[in-house]
């Protein structure tokens, strides 16, 4: 999928990937003024070695027009290294400075890492004419991601960021597993696997209601802005909205927003950390 290609000046473009489960997500955009200039998708990379990863970055296209890079990783990366991930298995204990490094050099230009929850929520704070000072980012796709802007700070930028193992019992109590990962019975994580596991689309509904009732109750937040391929695909924005409606003593219509750009978010947002914004 390529679309929108137009003339474009040399030096003047970021690219942002998102290498995710199931995708790698592409966008190119103006450094000036953030335009995409183009955007695709091929099959995910993510379980490749960093060795073979500069290929699947430059791809079909030369980087000739292109300056900094920023990929988007699905996986959580704290104290400099990469933490124990099924998608990523190559990468894992490596320090994100040295994946930087080697990938800076390959492909002699900047490239930075971002965690794909994080990129997601920078795309939807720039095109929020609002710009909220306090939010949340809750991506509901392979698995659950979440990032956090407080007071004008991100506390999940650069690298880390919380996969979602919440449980704030008993509200986790209308499911009882028990997480492999975490073991806490009534992980959020789990809950929502076994959900996408069982093509269950109010038992989705239920747990990213819980997820999102749970956050506004517990951080003093502006806004939260959902989105993910799996609450698109399955269409649940509206559902999830009407079921914390009622359980959250803020103005759910006004705290809680659609992640534009949908499509291409982790991507966009990534090219948007590259260009520096
Ligand atoms: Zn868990």
Redesign the pocket.
Known sequence: MTTNTSPIPSGHLALGVDVGGTKAKYVLIDVANCQVRLQKAIPTFCAMPLDDWPSYIQTDDSLQDVGPIAIAIAASHVAGGVQKTSKFPKLEGQAVSDIEAQLTKVLSRPVRIIHDGTAGHLAALHEDPIRPSSSAFLAFGTSIGLSLCLNGGFITLPYNCWVS?T?IAPTFAFDERT?E????RG????VYKHYIASKDAAGLAQTMAQLTINLLNTVPLDCVYLGGGVLASYQLYQQVVQRVKPCVLLDANCTLRPVPKEEIAGAYGAALFAAGY
Not at 181 to 184: K, M, P
Not at 187 to 190: D, E, F, G, M, V
């Open positions: 193992h449980q997480c990962l975490c073991n806490q992980c959020a994580r789990s």
